[in-house]
């Protein structure tokens, strides 16, 4: 009896700490299997954090209206002044400048302005030439040549542009671009290349 007593005492006591025990997990309303799981708080990231994020992100590209663009060599484009011509020996000699860029359109200047009337698109020139290709510089080809300005008949397109002008006695450098320079049908290696002319006129009629 004395054993019962102790037992039941016993329990009694266990089940009041059971009783003023906090639980270790707080009721709810939800089934097993659905309740939440504890979720960390997020971490809040800072005005100045966000803006360096999209600013490397945006870094080195430019909208429409950016008014520059990255990769290019800004190369300038090369004028006719820029050339060296040497006419001292017998055939003229040229420097064609590697810092700018060859030019699009006919560029001409006039090393001697020689005298009498004006070519006009009516005249034909008499003229020495020599035709240096742009890539080398090389000598392409030289002679002499009667140009028919209204009707110019030979390899080279741009005769028109580039003795516009020109009196006789005077020597002028032309630079001419692709489209203006050997034809493709001359089957000329320099077909499609800017070609820089040196040419000193003889006559005009």
């Given at each position: 009896?004395?054993?019962?007593?102790?037992?039941?005492?016993?329990?009694?006591?266990?089940?009041?700490?059971?009783?003023?025990?906090?639980?270790?997990?707080?009721?709810?309303?939800?089934?097993?299997?659905?309740?939440?799981?504890?979720?960390?708080?997020?971490?809040?990231?800072?005005?100045?954090?966000?803006?360096?994020?999209?600013?490397?992100?945006?870094?080195?590209?430019?909208?429409?209206?950016?008014?520059?663009?990255?990769?290019?060599?800004?190369?300038?484009?090369?004028?006719?002044?820029?050339?060296?011509?040497?006419?001292?020996?017998?055939?003229?000699?040229?420097?064609?400048?590697r810092d700018c860029a060859a030019p699009a359109q006919v560029v001409t200047r006039?090393?001697?302005?020689?005298?009498?009337?004006?070519?006009?698109?009516?005249?034909?020139?008499?003229?020495?030439?020599?035709?240096?290709?742009?890539?080398?510089?090389?000598?392409?080809?030289?002679?002499?040549?009667?140009?028919?300005?209204?009707?110019?008949?030979?390899?080279?397109?741009?005769?028109?542009?580039?003795?516009?002008?020109?009196?006789?006695?005077?020597?002028?450098?032309?630079?001419?671009?692709?489209?203006?320079?050997?034809?493709?049908?001359?089957?000329?290696?320099?077909?499609?290349?800017?070609?820089?002319?040196?040419?000193?006129?003889?006559?005009?009629?």
């Amino acid at each position: 009896m004395r054993k019962a007593g102790k037992i039941l005492i016993a329990a009694a006591a266990a089940t009041a700490l059971a009783a003023c025990s906090p639980s270790l997990q707080e009721p709810t309303d939800q089934p097993a299997g659905e309740q939440n799981t504890h979720t960390p708080a997020p971490v809040s990231v800072s005005e100045s954090a966000a803006s360096e994020s999209a600013g490397s992100e945006g870094a080195g590209s430019h909208g429409a209206g950016g008014g520059h663009t990255g990769g290019g060599d800004g190369a300038a484009t090369c004028a006719a002044a820029d050339i060296t011509v040497d006419t001292a020996s017998a055939e003229p000699r040229v420097e064609i400048p590697r810092d700018c860029a060859a030019p699009a359109q006919v560029v001409t200047r006039d090393l001697a302005s020689g005298s009498g009337p004006a070519a006009t698109p009516q005249s034909t020139v008499q003229l020495d030439y020599t035709v240096f290709g742009w890539s080398d510089g090389g000598v392409a080809d030289s002679g002499t040549a009667s140009i028919d300005l209204s009707a110019p008949a030979g390899e080279i397109d741009g005769w028109p542009q580039a003795l516009d002008g020109v009196r006789q006695g005077g020597e002028r450098v032309v630079v001419l671009p692709p489209d203006l320079g050997y034809s493709e049908q001359s089957g000329n290696p320099l077909a499609g290349e800017n070609l820089v002319v040196v040419a000193e006129v003889t006559g005009i009629s």
